[in-house]
């Protein structure tokens, strides 16, 4: 029974059943629509809000002015909602829909998941939290503009030289101005130093010799692959707080989705396509 009572779907059906209560309750009370009713409880708030930016009570007349405040902003609001002023309007549709699933979000944040859940959330999306491999390497760079055609045939003889050892690495190569060895770095890393199809072609590479040219954003390089490491599972204690945040968002949109499929029983949606070019090319004429 606590377990399903910690059910954030099951909160978000009694919220929807509240909601329906709400609207069937200010159906039934049309007649006392015009009243202002200023209640305890809302100067209490009004009190508690000031003094919190104020860090100090509100004087009575500052309450007083709060009060009236707010009486006018009742005011603007019923008058603006009777003259339609909300409708078509995309801001205020933004923010009553966040507003909505403000709520909404604020049920499924009470569920605190258990150590059961959250290994369970770890194991069944092992690949968002499985640590990248590393690699540690050297190259000795080659610059196409100044080999031209004999890129191809300087890269394989100075591969043979670099791997019988007849020549110096040190030596080897044009000048540049990359690092030439990199220690256990993961390939997102070297994504970011010489793009994504080296990082890639790196992790082919056999260790212990000198590879094939490879190329990268800078020109070509040979690389030399002295230990590589594969990514690791972690263990929960190690991530538990990522996973924690992940199951909380999972179950958020789920809550959410759950929330509006509720909702959307109570109305008859109609999807106009007898236009299947509004999006396409028909989208340039719609544009003022």
């Known amino acids: 029974m606590k377990r399903l009572l910690r059910e954030p779907l099951l909160h ?5 059943a509240a909601i329906f209560a709400v609207f069937a309750a200010v159906s039934a009370d049309d007649e006392g629509r015009d009243a202002i009713v200023v209640t305890q409880g809302r100067i209490e708030n009004l009190a508690l809000n000031f003094a919190r930016a104020w860090r100090r009570p509100a004087t009575a007349q500052e309450l007083d002015g ?17 003259l339609a002023l909300d409708r078509d309007d995309s801001v205020i549709r933004r923010l009553l829909r966040q507003k909505l699933e403000f709520v909404a979000d604020n049920l499924v944040a009470q569920a605190e998941p258990s150590e059961e859940q959250l290994q369970r959330y770890l194991r069944e999306h092992a690949e968002r939290f499985r640590s990248e491999p590393s690699i540690s390497f050297s190259h000795v760079y080659l610059d196409p503009q100044r080999r031209g055609e004999a890129l191809a045939s300087d890269a394989a003889q100075l591969r043979e030289q670099l791997n019988s050892a007849t020549v110096e690495v040190s030596t080897a190569g044009d000048v540049t101005s990359l690092e030439a060895e990199f220690m256990a770095v993961p390939p997102s890393a070297i994504a970011q130093i010489f793009g994504e199809p080296f990082a890639a072609a790196l992790l082919a590479v056999d260790t212990g010799r000198w590879s094939a040219p490879i190329a990268s954003a800078y020109g070509t390089h040979l ?4 230990a590589s490491e594969p990514g690791a599972d972690p263990a ?5 707080e990522v996973v924690r945040r992940e199951w909380m968002n999972a ?11 509720q909702f959307q029983q109570r109305y008859r949606v109609s999807i106009d396509r007898s236009d299947p070019a509004i999006g396409g090319d028909k989208l340039a004429e719609l544009r003022p």
């Open 12 to 16: 978000f059906l009694l919220l929807g």
């Open 251 to 261: 179950r958020r949109k789920a809550a959410i989705d759950q929330f509006y499929e």
């Open 223 to 226: 690389v030399y692959v002295s």
């Open 66 to 82: 709060l009060i009236d405040d707010y009486v006018r902003e009742e005011i603007a609001v019923r008058e603006a909602t009777a």
């Open 236 to 240: 929960l204690q190690q991530v538990r």
